[in-house]
Structures are given as C-alpha cells and as structure tokens.
C-alpha cells in the first residue's frame, strides 16, 4: 500500500484515539458528581478515576491533584501538559499506524493481523506520549526538582486500561477505511520467508525478551536493579526508572506460595512468550517488505499483545473480583509497556539480524495468486 493510501487510515485513526481519550478525560468529572457511588460501587469509582485521571483535561482536577488552591501558575504548566501529551499522543500513533498499515496493509490475509498490531500500537505510542508530557505535570505539582525520577516512573506507569480500549476501537475503524481505501491496488504478495529462518529468528526475539520477562523480572535481580543507586537530591532512586523500562513482570520461587498457584502464575509468562514467538514467527511474511523500523514496531506489538494475553490470563484466575469491584479486575491491562518497548525494539533488531545471516530470500508471489 502506497503512503497516500495509508494516510488516510492512519490519520483518521490517530484523530479518533485522541479524541476518545479526550472524552474519557474530560468525563473523570462526572465520577466526582454525588450519584456516581449510586450507579457504581465506591471501588469501581475509584477505579475509574485512575484510568481516566492521565487523560483529564479540566484544569480544576490539576489544582486538585498540585494542592495549589486553584493557582493560575501550576494549572497553566498542567494544560501545557496536556496539549503536548495529546500532540504527541497523535504523533506517535499516526506515524507507528502508517508505517503498519503500509507494511502489513489487510489484504491477502492480513486483516487479522493488522488490527492486533494496531491495537498493540496504541498502548505504545500512549507510554511514549506520557513520557514526553511528564517533565510538565510533574512541575505542575509545585516540588518539580524533587525525586524527578520516581515520580517521572510513576508518571509514566499512569496510561491506564483507557488507552487500550480507545486503541481497540480505532484499529478496528482504521482497519475497515484501509481495507476501502486499498481498493484498486494491486494485491501485495506474501513473502516467502524460509520456515527454518523465520522460526529461528522468531526464537532470537523471543529469547530478548525472555531476557527481562525471566531474568530480570525475578524478584532479587529487580531488587538489585531498584535499589543499586545510592544518589540523593534531584536525580535519587533511578532504580524506580529502570523498573518501569526494563521489567515486564515480577515473578519469586514457589517457596512464597502453593506450588499450584505458582505454576498458575507461571503459566501466565509461558503464554506470554508463546504469543512473541508466534507473532514474531509470523511477522516476516504479512510484510511486504521487513525493514528495521517496520520490525522494530513489529516486535513492539507483538510484545505487547503478548503482555494483554497474560493480563487476561491473570484476570480469569484473580479471585479479588468480590472483594474490590468487577473493575479492578481490567486494572492490569497496560501494564508493563515502557519495557515492552526496550525490549520490542531490541527482539526486532535481534530477529531481523538472524533472517539476514540465514538467508532470507525475497518476496515473491505464488503462480495461483499470479493468476488470479
């Protein structure tokens, strides 16, 4: 699919993410109004306010959350915030979107496929966003020169379940308009990549990131990781930081808990690496063309979807659903993106070298689609 074509998707897309988080944001007010403990239970309402409180434009909630009586300097460095957490939101999501669609366009049997990537793409560009925006809100709260980095963490672990499903709504609208607006085009052959080279590549990738969802994540390593910095003032705790881009899960032995539930848990991470090395083993062939950028964010997506198929496995196993609210239940999902991201762009990188080294040929096109 040509860029022209893709454009038009993508941007429509990307206008339609920004404005349904818009809509959530601006509807946090209306969980502070008195009858909302009567429509929801008390928990679900606190629940909803941290899903929507990143994307919550109005400026009273910024004098809220500062404790700055309403002062006119904090709330103007917090709008500030917002417009560029919602540029940039646009931005990344227009540019990962167009790159995708152009690559893996739905057509060919690809449909499928493009929506998962579309949808894996918005959790990420909505992290990249909120890590643009931080250095704003966190100086908002008047004490910006104190313990940036834990609360630029915090700042950056905010995306909230919101973006995933406003990500699930505008792939599917993106993926219907570019299905119409590839029309007419030529049909794209798939590539034929070499079974033996894709599956090696996609076990190079899914080695990467069972780098940080296995060795890292284990419970005394990220401990070393918090807590190996001993810097005070502006710059203390950069372990909370490294946290947040480097691990994907948490995970101990099973002398913590019942052997049962600690192979449920396990299970978890198992599925999650099963769905990065099948997506990843996938990947080379819904391509038209496998480039580093375009697998760089491939293997973004497929991390992240990898990380929603082991959220949903730990919501049907959590047992909390009677003790909090039906809500929580969701409150998982998002979770864990920056170190999707790190970790993404290096299994790209890592599969796309293995297919280079063992030979991957061209695409071309099989005689029965030639002939159709």
Known sequence: MTYRRAAIPALLGGVLLTLLLWWAGASAQALHLRGSAGV??????????????PWSYDPSAASASTGTGGGTQYADLYRTGMQIRFVAVFVFFVAGALLLIRRI????????????ALWAWGPAAGTLAVTISAPWLIAARGHGSYRVLPELAAVIASGGPAMVFAALVSASVMVLVARITAEGEDPLPRRDVPPRAAR????????????SLVGLSYVSVAAWIQTS???GGILSEPGDLLREWLLLGSWTGPTTMPLGDWLLYRAADALMLAVVWWSLRLLPGLLTRATLPVMAVGAVCATVLGLFASQL?????DDTASVWSPVHLFSGLGGGVPAALTFGVLAGAAALATLRLTGERSPVESPAKSSA
């Open 313 to 317: 496995l730990h919501m049907v196993i």
């Open 200 to 211: 090696l590549a996609a076990s190079v990738g899914t080695a990467v990131v069972a780098l």
């Open 229 to 231: 910095f001993d810097g």
């Open 40 to 53: 929801f239970d008390i928990e679900s309402v606190t629940e909803l306010r941290q899903w929507l409180a």
């Open 105 to 116: 366009p739905p057509a060919q049997g690809r449909t499928p496929a493009t929506v998962l």
